[in-house]
């Protein structure tokens, strides 16, 4: 099943429940934390037991930034180790950029509903927390001019961080990955070996213009939803006057064929760690390896989205027995080990190392 109807947490939990149901595996593109979190929770263990395969994000959300992030952590050969590694988005036209109204409408939403998220949270075991070399990273300014890159940038509040950090869980939890339901002692090995040369390390997102002034589309539709997306009346407004309140970033009408075929991404990641974890125990110590690599496509909504949903399913379909025999789970510890960045780069999704270089002391 390919669900592609959202917001998800208006209309995704029938779907997925008839799905454990009947024992029917479930792909989506869901780019709502709250909805993912609470069907895991819901419905992980009864998934398990009938043999479906439920995995959120199979869209732009989140596997760009999953399958990105693990990119660059096999960047890291031993003894290097990440710190953290930043994603930092851009979206590129020659014509103007509009996104998708239910994209929309689901980060409205999102907000409504993030008292019920942090509340879902506090009521489930603390997962497990994996081992990062060094310091946390310090919170960094609201805007901030990555020099590298020639891009003025902000904290994007999307699913990604979330996702991968429920990825990085489950490894935690299963360091050799999940266990295939009839799986062959080739992809034993080749699922082992892989999730060996992945380096956990902290992760964001961020958004990303050329210019300062470029930054404030984001700004106020950040303000505009954080402001009124928490009373009815205000999501209302919000809901009705989409472009309003984005400066045109999103309307009820979407992109046209032109804007959608005009349209590309791409998205930096860049790690900071050591060129030995060792270094990370000494007292100070700053990271002194910096690795920057890009996954860059075609338009997220309606071009990305699809690719990465389909070659999802295709791997479903043509390896069940290779994936785990089912459960509740992120995309990135289901499809890692697979050979989904392949399969991107044949339809359009480039994975590219930019530079490796140290950092000064």
């Known amino acids: 099943m390919l669900n592609c109807v959202g917001p998800f947490r208006l209309y995704g939990e029938p779907v997925v429940a008839a799905c454990v149901e009947a024992g029917t595996d479930y792909l989506d593109i869901s780019g709502e934390p709250e909805f993912m979190e609470r069907m895991e929770a819901a419905y992980h263990e009864r998934a398990a037991e009938a043999g479906s395969l439920v995995v959120s994000a199979c869209g732009f959300d989140s596997v760009p930034a999953e399958m990105g992030a693990m990119f660059n952590s096999r960047q890291w050969v031993s003894p290097a180790a990440p710190n953290r590694i930043e994603a930092y988005l851009r979206l590129e036209s020659e014509k103007r950029i509009v996104g998708n109204f239910g994209t929309y409408e689901s980060a409205v939403l999102g907000v409504a509903n993030a008292g019920k998220l942090q509340e879902l949270r506090r009521s489930r075991p603390r997962r497990a927390r994996p081992v990062i070399p060094g310091p946390p990273p310090p919170k960094g300014p609201l805007i901030e001019q990555q020099k590298e890159l020639g891009l003025w940038s902000l904290k994007l509040p999307s699913a990604d961080a979330v996702v991968v950090r ?36 902290h992760f964001g997102v961020k958004i990303c213009s050329r210019s300062l002034l470029g930054t404030l589309p984001f700004i106020f539709t950040g303000i505009f939803i954080g402001l009124l997306g928490s009373i009815a009346f205000g999501r209302s407004l919000l809901l009705k006057f989409p472009a309003l309140f984005t400066l045109g970033a999103f309307s009820k009408t979407g992109p046209t064929e032109e804007e959608v075929s005009s349209a590309t991404f791409k998205m930096w990641f860049v790690g900071h760690g050591y060129s030995d974890a060792s270094l990370a125990s000494q007292s100070r110590r700053k990271p002194d390896t910096e690795i920057i690599t890009r996954v860059s496509g075609p338009e997220i909504g309606y ?58 002391a």
Do not use: H, M
């Open 166 to 201: 429920r990825t990085l869980a489950a490894l935690t939890e299963n360091p050799g990955g999940l266990q295939g339901c009839e799986e062959g002692e080739e992809q034993i090995e080749k699922r082992k070996r892989f999730w060996s040369a992945v380096k956990p390390a």
């Open 303 to 360: 071009l990305t989205t699809p690719i990465v949903l389909l070659q999802c399913a295709l791997i479903v379909l043509g390896q069940r027995g290779s994936l785990p025999k089912g459960g509740v789970y992120p995309p990135g510890i289901v499809f890692g080990p697979f050979d989904l960045q392949e399969r991107l780069q044949e339809n359009g999704i480039s994975f590219d190392v930019i530079s490796k270089k140290a950092l000064p």
